[in-house]
């Protein structure tokens, strides 16, 4: 199967499970039938907030979603039976480590739902702990593989958290991210490849610069990858910095979209869970901010296409 998607994708990721639940509804597994029915309507909330921005004007053909199977099973079966940009999570959540959520299952599980992607977040950083990466690089080239031989296309969610030592060197996590993540991110992703680990689309964090962009493209399709392609991830950053990342992503050949989930759905989730507003004003507030990145993304990467 050929390797690649140059397709424009506008991501909404609600596959949050472990941070989610003990952030949104201050709860732990094993959940009570209650707390577990509240937990999938409230992923019905954002699912819908994503339809209602089709609706009001983000074409359905670059649009698609992120949602796990534990809380969203229905939303994806759904969401494949309209067309739609499907991405299912593999990965155990709440787990420094890479783990499949369902162990040497993860392939059955992919296949009940047929996704347009198999997505895996991943923390790696080549100056940590050496015999962790080796783990995880061994599940991810098993990924890969499955995906080029059984035909969903592969997502690959690399974060890049810093060591103790690397915060030492520059003093702070800012400084990290400005002088040692960008390029430990490129010989990441050379080093995984290099492993046989082959994402069609590598979703990365965001970035200050354009050179920096611009590299991890040239990093993602060196060596014949030519139609690999990258997207931005929101990270839950604050609104100003997700404005900066979009803006500066669509500006880059390569960049073709992104992934913005809570700054998306929070907010909006936690006011209606505090019956602060109704289930139709969240929906409306999610389709609303999911639009605004949207337009954003695209107005920025149709401006650098008129410089140049």
């Not at 809380?71 to 499949?100: C, H, M, P, Q, W």
Request: glycine share 8%; hydrophobic share 40%.
């Amino acid at each position: 199967m050929s390797l690649g998607y140059t397709q424009p994708l506008y991501l909404l990721p609600f596959d949050h499970r472990h941070s989610y639940l003990t952030g949104m509804f201050h709860a732990t597994p094993p959940l009570t039938m209650d707390q577990r029915q509240a937990v999938i309507d409230s992923k019905r909330v954002i699912y819908d907030g994503f339809r209602q921005a089709l609706l009001c004007g983000v074409p359905s053909d670059v649009a698609g979603i992120l949602v796990d199977e534990e809380f969203g099973a229905d939303i994806l079966l759904d969401a494949s039976r309209n067309g739609y940009v499907t991405a299912l999570s593999t990965e155990k959540s709440g787990s420094e480590e890479f783990e499949f959520e369902y162990g040497d299952a993860f392939a059955q599980h992919i296949e009940a739902f047929q996704p347009t992607f198999a997505k895996a977040l991943v923390r790696f950083n080549l100056e940590g702990d050496a015999a962790l990466n080796e783990r995880q690089t061994t599940r991810l080239k098993r990924l890969s593989d499955y995906c080029r031989r059984a035909g969903p296309k592969f997502m690959f969610e690399l974060l890049v958290p810093p060591t103790n030592a690397q915060l030492d060197q520059v003093g702070s996590e800012g400084g990290y991210d400005r002088h040692i993540r960008p390029a430990l991110m490129l010989d990441t992703i050379r080093t995984l490849q290099d492993s046989g680990v082959e994402p069609d689309i590598w979703k990365v964090e965001g970035l200050d610069s354009p050179d920096d962009y611009e590299r991890v493209v040239e990093m993602a399709r060196h060596d014949g990858r030519d139609e690999v392609s990258c997207i931005v991830l929101g990270h839950g950053a604050d609104e100003e910095k997700v404005r900066s990342w979009l803006q500066i992503a669509a500006s880059v050949h390569g960049f073709i979209g992104f992934a913005v989930g809570r700054t998306t759905f929070w907010n909006p989730v936690a006011d209606l869970l505090a019956k602060k507003i109704t289930r139709e004003q969240a929906t409306a507030r999610i389709a609303q901010r999911y639009g605004e990145w949207a337009t954003i993304f695209e107005r920025a990467h149709h401006a650098q296409a008129n410089v140049v």
